[in-house]
């Protein structure tokens, strides 16, 4: 059976940006919903549980077809969750460091260009879904959009960096001002694990 990543903070440890409510709501509730349904479908399927889930996703075409949508859903929702829940955190390290900020100066001139853009690209999303800082096959850095659930592992791109887009992330806290929670999200983004996965995944 797959797990989520516990969260190493405490639920009110990100107040005031999100609040205690929110972060146990969407990490117990809906992040554990999607890992919930996908082992249940795993299960009925037999699986064995033998791959990561970014390589579950890219092998997609082991399951029935009628299956995939299903396993690619929830398997997305897995991984992104790990992924946002992981990158921020109440720990100030709120700027970036060492090689991964080279490669932010060198390909958006500046962390201020960085930010912005990450930030307009958050702020174009129309309906549910993430923002992403992935890497791509020769090493660059790109700031995408995906919908729903759906995993950058899908196109050989890795996600380093990524903020929830879905309403359940800041409707509590926030209401229609999701670009407040957007901006926020840089006074809880944890550059030191954004900068780990960098360099752990640059070849
Ligand atoms: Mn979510």
């Known amino acids: 059976m797959y797990e989520l990543k516990p969260l190493r903070y405490s639920e009110n440890s990100l107040e005031p940006y999100i609040s205690s409510k929110t972060v146990d709501i969407h990490y117990n509730k809906h992040a554990k919903n999607y890992l919930n349904k996908l082992n249940n479908i795993l299960n009925e399927l037999n699986y064995d549980f033998s791959m990561p889930l970014n390589e579950l996703v890219v092998n997609i075409e082991i399951f029935p077809i009628e299956k995939r949508d299903d396993v690619l859903f929830n398997a997305g929702g897995v991984l992104n969750h790990d992924l946002y829940f992981s990158n921020i955190s109440p720990n100030r390290n709120i700027y970036p460091t060492g090689q991964f900020l080279e490669a932010i ?22 309906g549910s879904g993430y923002t992403f800082l992935v890497l791509t096959r020769d090493n660059k850095l790109e700031i995408i959009n995906t919908t729903n659930q759906e995993t950058p592992y ?32 840089f006074e809880i983004i944890d550059f030191e694990v954004v900068g780990k996965l960098y360099e752990e995944n640059i070849k």
């Open 105 to 126: 100066d060198k390909q958006f001139g500046s962390f201020e260009n960085f930010k912005n853009e990450f930030i307009k690209k958050a702020n174009i999303l129309t």
């Open 154 to 185: 899908l196109y050989g791109l890795k996600p380093i960096m990524t903020i929830d887009l879905w309403e359940h992330a800041y409707y509590l806290d926030y209401q229609n001002r999701r670009s407040d929670y957007i901006n926020n999200f």
